[in-house]
């Protein structure tokens, strides 16, 4: 499961007992070498199709991580790139990856990367695309509105939020009773020990991202380019478009 580089198991225990963003700041030198880094194969095709659609004069990705999107995305960007983080550790990590791919590539546009809770940006207008990919468990059911909203004022009329998520698996399932299990397992950890760590299943699935972003005037395309790959029967790529 885990590169030879990755993580041991004691530090992802300690890691699991930690509170979520000093958790992060533990795991993030070996975070690359894990299966929760956002895999190239999924952001290739995304890359394909945001290549063919309108230009992309600045991006935003939020919860950024280590910077997989930014990496895979920046090319297509003509002006900027902006990472958001809660976590200095990942940011630390993205900043090392963004910056040798500068020195390999110098007319690729500027990078900036900001520490900061994602349910807190406060941009206003000024982006054409905003991503997010890996993080909607951090995001609870009850600040997705706030998400969302934050989101819709960053962009720019016409600009696209694009991410990919999940159809709701059938209860009873084996990906449901998975998930359901994984969480309950959560809420008893987070009710032992003081300090949280917040990543939850069935957070942001397909219909529940409809809904969401159905009340923030966003018009939605849906597409299924994961096809081809094991476990992505069910995953679906959403383009949801600011309306001016």
Wanted: contains cysteine; aromatic residues 12%; hydrophobic residues 40%.
């Amino acid at each position: 499961m885990f590169h030879k580089d990755g993580p041991s198991f004691l530090e992802l225990t300690r890691q699991a007992l930690s509170e979520t963003t000093q958790g992060y700041d533990l795991l993030a030198k070996k975070f690359n070498y894990t299966p929760f880094c956002t895999p190239e194969q999924l952001l290739e095709p995304v890359a394909d199709i945001l290549a063919k659609g309108p230009q992309i004069h600045t991006m935003l990705d939020l919860c950024c991580g280590t910077g997989s999107a930014m990496l895979a995305f920046r090319h297509l960007c003509l002006e900027k790139i902006v990472g958001v983080d809660l976590s200095e550790g990942m940011l630390e990590q993205a900043r090392k990856s963004l910056a040798a791919q500068t020195s390999n590539n110098s007319s690729l546009p500027p990078f900036e990367l900001i520490q900061r809770n994602a349910l807190n940006i406060d941009f206003q207008q000024e982006f054409d695309l905003v991503t997010s990919w890996g993080a909607f468990g951090h995001i609870l059911p009850k600040d997705q509105d706030q998400f969302v909203r934050g989101i819709h004022n960053a962009l720019k009329p016409g600009g696209r939020f694009v991410f990919a998520t999940y159809l709701k698996p059938s209860a009873g399932s084996f990906p449901w009773l998975a998930a359901r299990g994984f969480n309950a397992a959560m809420h008893v950890r987070n009710t032992l020990f003081p300090q949280e760590f917040i990543m939850f299943y069935l957070t942001f699935y397909l219909e529940r991202a409809v809904d969401v972003l159905s009340r923030h005037n966003f018009s939605l395309s849906i597409s299924a380019p994961y096809q081809k790959l094991d476990y992505g029967r069910h995953m679906r790529l959403v383009t949801a478009t600011k309306q001016s």
